[in-house]
């Protein structure tokens, strides 16, 4: 599952379809903590193994990017997740992740 996060993002790449699709309703949107809770509620029905693809805009400026993680990757049916990035991110952004290296993958899209 493709779960977009957030719609702002440090880069403007001319193929990317979340500032579009997102930003039409002229506000700045990104995932809510009670969102959260309904995503977690998905995966725990969705059977074993479930793939998590966390993109935006930006997941790095997404605030709670590791409480997401935190409360997925409690789930038992979640097999592992990927985040999708842009490369464009605070290293302190990077070693949050730490703790869950042996199920997370990052994508890095560079133009």
Known sequence: MNLIVIDKCSNYCAYCFTSTEMGKSGKKTALTREGIERVVQFISRSGPNFRLN???G???LYKDLVYLLEKSMAEPALGDAT???GGICNSNEILKLKPYRDRLS???NLN
């Open 54 to 56: 966390i993109i935006g």
């Open 58 to 60: 930006e997941p790095f």
């Open 83 to 85: 985040i999708f990035t």
């Open 106 to 108: 990052l994508l890095v």
